[in-house]
């Protein structure tokens, strides 16, 4: 069986009032969703219709998300309580095309029949949802209290992994295909059935044989989470060790419930004492001494990107830990967590994920579009383009309707630079370009910053500069922030020339086709620039910066980025973007306050015997202060 989502129609839900249908077809799909567009209504969509099993239709919770009434219902803000909110889902089996729907609604808040009740407790349990708050939240407590995280663990965690063997209950009754989240729960109503003695109804007979079952359950269930943990614990640090080549292992470190303990010799609490896991991090550098290895509050010693690692690999065990069902979908649904990292270490993530999208129906939503162009070129990389779909999301800014719009668009996966090759091959030339100039500017806007590739609008709108003004910036400001000699001279003459629509009276002419190809030959020099973000000062605001080379030696000179810092590589060389930093430690007396990073050059390569290209001279290393040591 091979389920996945064929469609997800949404009214009257969060940001979507009218119907708004969202079609994966059965593919995994990477969103790009401006902000107010309505990407993470999409991604709260999918967990509420999910977790919808968890619900009882009779309940008011199961339909508060539905009711006007209520105070915490997810209805669009521009509906009428007269007008009906809903989720509909369509699964489909990709190997015998078997379909089933699932509706969420005030009249439908839960899977009606037992076989689609079934399949849904499957599909809950066998997916995965995270988001940055959720990562953040690992690490949120502060340094005078444990980063204790088992509230967590029950509430995101638990509910979607099985116990392994299930368990019995204390009537004989054997619970099969149960998570931990139903195990904890039924632990604790069990104290209500308990015997208690009849001169002191608030103690219990601890040799009933209830008492004794239930003291016996209670060791199980520690041995079982603390098994569970043991499994996390190794897989997340295997991902630290091998895919970030991290010195760190986190650490999981389980206190065991315990029930009815003793107050005085002859007094007992009676009470369920809740376990506690306390998330630490143990550094594993044979550098460092073993009494000063042990890490308790990982937020006052790791920056963010490191946290949000250690973060994305213990959930992402968690995923690896779970029952794979075969006759139910499985989900892996991912709401911008990378926004605090660094662009190698999204790099390895993306691996990491991309790896997981072959056992599960993965969605990435992200606001970043530097970040969606990352992962499209990464699927690319890793052969995958014919099981994803990507899409663009946006508010449509020429709705006349009273209230925000959505405008969908499917984002054409195949490389346009390889289409505009294939319609050469054919000699459809118009062809050719209209694929050119779709690849031109898609490799522009990839490869400037926002402030060269954006402009506003007459009326106020952000907007992506024409393809003159585009070529503009890449020749001249952008070429300069990078000490680069313009590669692609000719781009302005080839889009006057060919790549404007209707600009050449002969199409036909053999000088026409010899111009396309000059044309061809210059692009595919563009093609050959990749751009990394080494550092977004938006959210690394904090780091240190060294100067390094060995003609420097005992010479001193740090600093922090202003601005972000770039490279990119051309030619089989690197270039450093020329950004403007501020001295914060130097032993060079003439060296301080602001200045561009290429005035610095500059200023020291007197001393250098050979000077050296800025690529050369500048060792990119993160200096974090608290650990005093230097991080790629």
Same mark, same amino acid.
């Given at each position: 069986?091979?389920?996945?989502?064929?469609?997800?129609?949404?009214?009257?839900?969060?940001?979507?009032?009218?119907?708004?249908?969202?079609? !994966?077809?059965? =593919?995994?799909?990477?969103?790009?969703?401006?902000?107010?567009?309505? /990407?993470? %209504?999409?991604?709260? #969509?999918?967990?509420?219709?999910?977790?919808?099993?968890?619900?009882?239709?009779?309940?008011?919770?199961?339909?508060?998300?539905?009711?006007?009434?209520?105070?915490?219902?997810?209805?669009?803000?521009?509906?009428?309580?007269?007008?009906?909110? &809903?989720?509909?889902?369509?699964?489909?089996?990709?190997?015998?095309?078997?379909?089933?729907?699932?509706?969420?609604?005030?009249?439908?808040?839960?899977?009606?029949?037992?076989?689609?009740?079934?399949?849904?407790?499957?599909?809950?349990?066998?997916?995965?949802?995270?988001?940055?708050?959720?990562? #953040? #939240?690992?690490?949120?407590?502060?340094?005078?209290?444990?980063?204790?995280?088992?509230?967590?663990?029950?509430?995101?965690?638990?509910?979607?992994? +099985?116990?392994?063997?299930?368990?019995?209950?204390?009537?004989?009754?054997?619970?099969?295909?149960? +998570?931990? @989240?139903?195990?904890?729960?039924?632990?604790?109503?069990?104290?209500?059935?308990?015997?208690?003695n009849e001169k002191n109804k608030s103690t219990f007979k601890q040799k009933n044989? &209830?008492?004794?079952?239930?003291?016996?359950?209670?060791?199980?269930?520690?041995?079982?989470?603390?098994?569970?943990?043991?499994?996390?614990?190794?897989k997340t640090n295997n991902t630290l060790h091998d895919v970030y080549d991290f010195?760190?292992?986190?650490?999981?470190?389980?206190?065991?419930?315990?029930?009815?303990?003793?107050?005085?010799?002859?007094?007992?609490?009676?009470?369920?004492?809740?376990?506690?896991?306390?998330?630490?991090?143990?550094?594993?550098?044979?550098?460092?001494?073993?009494?000063?290895?042990?890490?308790?509050?990982?937020?006052?010693?790791?920056?963010?990107?490191?946290?949000?690692?250690?973060?994305?690999?213990?959930?992402?065990?968690?995923?690896?830990?779970?029952?794979?069902?075969?006759?139910?979908?499985?989900?892996?649904?991912?709401?911008?967590?990378?926004?605090?990292?660094?662009?190698?270490?999204?790099?390895?993530?993306?691996?990491?994920?991309?790896?997981? $999208?072959?056992?599960?129906?993965?969605?990435?939503?992200?606001?970043?579009?530097?970040?969606?162009?990352?992962?499209?070129?990464?699927?690319?990389? $890793?052969?995958?383009?014919?099981?994803? /779909?990507?899409?663009?999301?946006?508010?449509?800014?020429?709705?006349? =309707?009273?209230? !925000?719009? !959505?405008?969908?668009?499917?984002?054409?996966?195949?490389?346009?630079?390889?289409?505009?090759?294939?319609?050469?091959?054919?000699?459809?030339?118009?062809?050719?370009?209209?694929?050119?100039?779709?690849?031109?500017? &898609?490799?522009?806007?990839?490869?400037?910053? $926002?402030?060269?590739?954006?402009?506003?609008? #007459?009326?106020?709108?952000?907007?992506?500069?024409?393809?003159?003004?585009?070529?503009?910036?890449?020749?001249?400001?952008?070429?300069?922030?990078?000490?680069?000699?313009?590669?692609?001279?000719?781009?302005?003459?080839? @889009?006057?020339?060919?790549?404007?629509?209707?600009?050449?009276?002969?199409?036909?002419?053999?000088?026409?086709?010899?111009?396309?190809?000059?044309?061809?030959?210059?692009?595919?020099?563009?093609?050959?620039?990749?751009?990394?973000?080494?550092?977004?000062?938006?959210?690394?605001?904090?780091?240190?910066?060294?100067?390094?080379?060995?003609?420097?030696?005992?010479?001193?000179?740090?600093?922090?980025?202003?601005?972000?810092?770039?490279?990119?590589?051309?030619?089989?060389?690197?270039?450093?973007?020329? %950004?403007?930093?501020?001295?914060?430690?130097?032993?060079?007396?003439?060296?301080?306050?602001?200045?561009?990073?290429?005035?610095?050059?500059?200023?020291?390569?007197?001393?250098?015997?050979?000077? !050296?290209?800025?690529?050369?001279?500048?060792?990119? /290393?993160?200096?974090?202060?608290?650990?005093?040591?230097?991080?790629?």
């Open positions: 069986m091979n389920w996945r989502i064929e469609s997800l129609k949404i009214e009257n839900f969060k940001f979507f009032k009218e119907e708004f249908i969202f079609s !994966p077809q059965g =593919k995994n799909v990477l969103l790009y969703g401006e902000n107010g567009s309505g /990407k993470s %209504s999409i991604y709260w #969509s999918l967990f509420t219709i999910i977790q919808s099993v968890l619900k009882q239709p009779t309940l008011d919770d199961a339909r508060k998300y539905f009711d006007a009434n209520n105070s915490q219902h997810l209805r669009n803000r521009y509906s009428t309580p007269v007008e009906d909110s &809903r989720l509909l889902m369509i699964f489909k089996d990709f190997d015998s095309n078997a379909t089933r729907d699932c509706e969420d609604s005030f009249a439908n808040a839960n899977a009606t029949s037992s076989a689609l009740k079934d399949f849904m407790q499957k599909a809950f349990m066998a997916s995965d949802f995270i988001n940055y708050k959720f990562l #953040s #939240s690992l690490f949120e407590k502060r340094n005078s209290v444990d980063n204790e995280v088992f509230e967590i663990f029950n509430r995101e965690i638990f509910p979607i992994l +099985s116990v392994m063997g299930g368990f019995t209950d204390l009537d004989g009754v054997f619970r099969n295909s149960v +998570s931990f @989240k139903e195990w904890w729960d039924y632990i604790l109503s069990l104290p209500a059935t308990l015997e208690r044989a &209830r008492y004794i079952a239930f003291q016996e359950m209670i060791g199980k269930f520690n041995h079982a989470v603390k098994t569970l943990l043991q499994e996390i614990e190794i010195e760190i292992d986190v650490v999981l470190d389980y206190k065991p419930c315990q029930f009815n303990l003793r107050t005085s010799p002859r007094h007992y609490d009676g009470e369920v004492h809740i376990p506690q896991i306390i998330l630490k991090a143990q550094l594993t550098s044979p550098n460092i001494p073993n009494n000063n290895r042990e890490i308790l509050h990982p937020r006052s010693f790791f920056n963010e990107a490191k946290l949000t690692c250690m973060g994305i690999a213990l959930r992402l065990a968690i995923s690896d830990t779970k029952t794979n069902w075969v006759d139910s979908i499985k989900m892996l649904v991912l709401d911008d967590i990378l926004i605090s990292l660094d662009m190698g270490n999204r790099i390895k993530i993306i691996e990491e994920i991309l790896k997981h $999208s072959d056992r599960f129906q993965t969605f990435i939503f992200t606001h970043d579009r530097a970040f969606f162009h990352l992962v499209l070129n990464e699927i690319k990389k $890793s052969n995958k383009i014919s099981s994803w /779909k990507a899409l663009n999301l946006y508010e449509d800014p020429l709705s006349n =309707k009273p209230y !925000p719009q !959505p405008l969908l668009k499917e984002y054409n996966l195949i490389d346009p630079f390889e289409e505009a090759k294939r319609h050469y091959s054919h000699c459809d030339f118009a062809a050719c370009l209209n694929s050119l100039r779709r690849y031109c500017e &898609r490799k522009l806007i990839e490869i400037l910053p $926002s402030h060269l590739s954006l402009e506003i609008g #007459s009326t106020g709108e952000t907007k992506y500069k024409m393809l003159g003004a585009l070529i503009t910036s890449f020749s001249g400001a952008f070429c300069q922030r990078f000490g680069l000699v313009n590669p692609c001279p000719n781009l302005e003459l080839y @889009k006057d020339r060919l790549l404007n629509p209707f600009s050449h009276d002969n199409i036909s002419s053999p000088i026409y086709r010899n111009e396309v190809k000059a044309l061809m030959q210059e692009l595919d020099i563009l093609n050959g620039i990749q751009k990394y973000t080494i550092d977004d000062v938006k959210r690394f605001n904090s780091r240190e910066y060294k100067l390094a080379h060995p003609s420097l030696s005992g010479t001193i000179i740090e600093f922090n980025m202003l601005e972000n810092f770039e490279r990119i590589k051309f030619g089989g060389q690197f270039y450093f973007s020329n %950004s403007k930093i501020q001295i914060t430690n130097t032993s060079i007396a003439t060296l301080n306050g602001e200045m561009l990073l290429y005035d610095l050059y500059s200023s020291v390569t007197d001393s250098i015997t050979s000077p !050296p290209r800025l690529s050369e001279l500048i060792e990119i /290393k993160l200096w974090h202060k608290t650990l005093d040591e230097c991080w790629h």
